[in-house]
């Protein structure tokens, strides 16, 4: 099968190159999908340059969202037959011409989404990317944060394309106040602008955005603190969460240490601090969060001209045979959200119909 691999197995990106690779045979519970679009994230390019611990079992072709039909259900599959249009989440394989994943990781593909729609919702809206952490939107806020309704939440890096999942995903599940940190005015006026974007937006350069969410809430402070920044955010953090306050902790892109930290606003205001990543949980695990996802938000979301209460932007398509390019834009972070367009897959989908051409 057609599949871009990376040559010596790690590398620059001129490394990557369109390939042939065996085409993989689903085994029992598993099924094959030919791939239609894939999404791009930065746990990609982590991968790439061999930076990205694999879990056991992993492809070593990268891709872990995608969209696509079945070709062939592997033993003891019931629920899925030929021709079906589905959407995914893997632990790898995405870049290729096809892939098998587990049967309970696989949601039929809403008729009102496109395929490169389609494929832009599992890697934000289930789980997200931020460099070295597989960050987790739907998961972070609503299984782990355990946001309700009445709640104040704030979103940092709240113009990515995680930080406007997660946006959408707390006013759905009706918090109060949704503020989101950025660092621009751009940036800020689009968090506000989007439908059912954020209620207020903070400039953390130029602004606390500790002293700022206590004016917002009435010197409450938040309820749910949604994190990938770390070490430069962390005391005001603390300062901005709310007695009995969750902070879900999913990146450190400032940096790993904190110095000359108090454990005891932990302990007097009963906050509950926790970090995670998805990609090396369990295949049930992993079942269990699509499956409550599909129940409780995935008719919700509609592509950014429809009028559902989340809707997935996308910043830009690549033909598959530009995946160098595509991998260039997001290391120069250019593919940042504008007023008028923005993007949740980190790159685009990556259409694997556009002509073949040996890049090797």
């Known amino acids: ?3 871009i691999l990376v040559k010596d197995g790690k590398g620059p990106v001129d490394n ?9 045979t689903p085994g029992a519970g598993q099924v094959l999908v030919k791939v239609k679009a894939f999404g791009l994230n930065r746990m990609d390019i982590m991968q790439r340059e061999g930076k990205y611990p694999l879990p056991p079992g992993a492809p070593e072709i990268l891709g872990v969202e995608f969209s696509g039909h079945v070709v062939k259900a592997g033993e003891g599959v019931s629920e899925w037959k ?5 959407l995914g989440l893997a632990s790898g394989g995405a870049y290729a011409e096809y892939m098998v994943v587990p049967h309970r990781n696989v949601i039929r593909k809403p008729d009102n989404l496109s395929w490169i729609e389609a494929a832009s919702i599992p890697e ?10 597989t960050v987790h939107a739907a998961w972070a806020l609503v299984v782990l944060a355990e946001v309700k309704k009445g709640d104040h939440v704030l979103v940092h890096a709240g113009a990515s394309g995680v930080g406007i999942a997660v946006i959408q995903l707390a006013r759905l599940y009706g918090a109060t106040t949704v503020t989101a940190t950025a660092s621009t005015k751009e940036k800020l006026d689009m968090v506000l602008s989007l439908p059912h974007g954020a209620t207020h937006a903070v400039n953390y350069k130029t602004q606390d955005f500790a002293e700022e969410v206590k004016k917002i809430t009435n010197g409450k402070g938040v309820d749910v603190i949604i994190d ?19 902070m879900t902790l999913l990146a450190t892109l400032s940096g790993d240490e904190v110095s000359k930290f108090s454990l005891r606003p932990i302990l007097y205001k009963r906050l509950r601090i926790q970090g995670s990543t998805l990609r090396a949980r369990s295949e049930d695990y992993q079942a269990q969060l699509i499956a409550r996802f599909k129940q409780e938000a995935l008719h919700h979301i509609t592509g950014s001209s429809g009028d559902g209460q989340i809707r997935t932007y996308i910043h830009k398509v690549y033909p598959w045979t530009e995946i160098q390019d595509a991998h260039r834009e997001m290391e120069a972070n250019s593919n940042r959200y504008s007023l008028f367009c923005s993007q949740l897959n980190a790159g685009g989908g990556l259409n694997l119909d556009e002509q073949w051409e040996d890049r090797s």
Do not use: C
């Open 1 to 3: 099968m057609r599949a």
């Open 16 to 24: 990557l190159y369109l390939g042939e690779a065996p085409q993989p």
């Open 82 to 86: 030929e021709g079906d249009e589905v």
């Open 124 to 133: 934000v809206f289930l789980t997200g990317d931020y460099d070295a952490s």
């Open 228 to 246: 990938v920044v770390g070490q430069s955010h962390w005391h005001k953090n603390i300062d901005s969460l709310a007695f009995d306050g969750r």
